[in-house]
Every structure is written in C-alpha cells, then in structure tokens.
C-alpha cells in the first residue's frame, strides 16, 4: 500500500496514478481510467479528472494507494 500526502486541498486521479509510479505518463493513466481498471473507494472510475480528497483509496493494477 502506497500513501500519498496531499500538497493542495485535493489531487486529480491522474496525477495520484503518476505521483505513485502506476502510470509512467498522463497518456497512460488517460487509458487505463477510461478502460476501467482504475477503481475509486471500490468503484470504478472513469473521469480522470476526478478530484481525490483525503482518506480516499485508489485500486489499479493490483496496488492500493491511499491519500492523505
């Protein structure tokens, strides 16, 4: 499980599979969120825009991430 500490109020989902080192670039975290493999608080994702908050969980390719 990865943590990651928020800078700002929040960070898109994008950027969190970036920060983690799940997606080398925002075109690769681009298709992985719309080909639905990237799963937010248990649920599918598929805007990669979305703004995560603390205490929000992302799933993708068998790793969980956890921002704080």
């Given at each position: 499980?990865?943590?990651?500490?928020?800078?700002e109020?929040?960070?898109?989902?994008g950027?969190?599979?970036?920060?983690?080192?799940?997606?080398?670039?925002?075109?690769?975290?681009?298709?992985?969120?719309?080909?639905?493999?990237?799963?937010?608080?248990?649920?599918?994702?598929?805007?990669?825009?979305?703004?995560l908050?603390?205490g929000?969980?992302i799933?993708?390719?068998?790793?969980?991430?956890?921002?704080?």
């Amino acid at each position: 499980m990865q943590t990651i500490h928020l800078r700002e109020d929040f960070i898109k989902l994008g950027q969190a599979l970036k920060a983690a080192g799940l997606a080398e670039s925002g075109v690769d975290a681009k298709f992985a969120i719309q080909d639905g493999l990237v799963k937010v608080n248990g649920q599918i994702e598929i805007q990669r825009g979305k703004k995560l908050k603390a205490g929000d969980v992302i799933e993708f390719n068998g790793e969980t991430i956890v921002i704080k």
